[in-house]
């Protein structure tokens, strides 16, 4: 069954798959539970299938991978937390048209994250989307356009929009903490190694190499891509800005209440190693706002000195003052720089691991939970995270060009460069291309 002859299948058996059920009910108690299939389950999604495994009013059905290794040890470690086994499955088109599904979690390689969570609206299934959740600028307009159209629940995976601290500390910021904020500056520093140069080579036996292709244009497997090298790759990654920037970028926007750039510069490029890495292991990236606001982007993938003492995290810089923010809290300084204020998250996310599970994650996929079960606000609703994330696909194509962008306020499209609006959507393996 391709793609097109899914869609038709499905979308009518999800037609009646909505809020008004759950709501109705007023809750959900440990007899009658949210259903959820997990989809791409080889490191951070076997966490977060994990995390929907603890909560009492979900149970995990189904897991979905390409790779029958990780099936199997996700399939046992969600048994060990739940009591019992979810079913394996190696076709998410097979999970989707399940009537007994109610929501899946994606967090598969990013060339799969809108066309999957597009077939998931379409079969009726609310989603939980691992950031970034789109590979490009118009997967990330259609996402929002599907989200509208098919009424179901759709959180990004940002899950510090679900941490105590850092609500707190933006309810702080907009009462006046470090006066009028005007500068946000988001980093990430690591010690990432060399990819070296592969080579083809036959497909794995455990591995599905097509279906993990699936919406990509085919090519032959090479030995280093699969799994976490995709990141650096064109054709499947986004890069490091949309892979870790993405969660501070975020903070930024969150904190200065800033929604389209009016401008967008880069520079950077791959500097540390030669190897078959396409991106960038260094980049700034400048985005300037209306009203006297600007963010910057930081991204060191291959150099870990710090910033304040953290690998990963956010400054936000005010009249009156700074406070610097991340997964374990915020500190606040005065124009002295004077520190005059700690609060700690307890226990936080990991911070630099590729996993990244802890307590902010199963807060953001309870505050999902109870969207779907209560109808409560989403803490990372799409339509607001996929902004954060156009910052970081804006921030790749104005490297790509190697020019300043300027954006049009009313939809963030790239205005007066075609050549720039080229990198805007991208080219699909013929019968997998997503619609809304």
Known sequence: ??????????????????LAPYIARGGVSANDKIVVGFIGVNSRGNAVAQAFARQPGAEVGFICDVDDRALARCIRDVAAIQGKQPEGLTDLRRLLARSDVDAVGIAMPDHWHAPAALLAMQAGKHVYLEKPGSHNPRESEMLVEAQRKYNRVVQLGTQQRSAPASIQAMAEIAEGL????????????????????????????????????GPAPRTPYRDNVIHYNWHWFRHWGTGEVCNNGTHELDVCRWALGVEYPLRVTSSGGRYHFNDDWEFFDTQ??????????????????CNPLPHYGRGRGASIHGTEGTIVIDRQGYIVYDLDNKEVKRVEEGDADAGLNTVGAGDLTDRHVANFLSAIARGTDLHQPIDSGQRSVLMCHLGNIAQYTGRTLYIDQRNGHIVGDPQAMAFWSRTYEPGWEPSV
């Open 1 to 18: 069954m391709n793609r097109r002859t899914f869609v038709k299948t499905t979308a009518a058996a999800g037609a009646g798959l909505g």
């Open 284 to 301: 700034l990236v400048t985005f300037d706002f209306e009203d006297d606001k600007t963010i910057v982007w930081e991204g060191r993938s």
């Open 178 to 213: 470090i006066g009028r904020p005007y500068y946000g500056k988001a980093w990430y520093a690591s010690a990432r190694g060399s990819i070296g140069f592969g080579k083809e080579a036959p497909v794995p036996d455990w591995l599905h190499y097509d279906l993990w292709q």
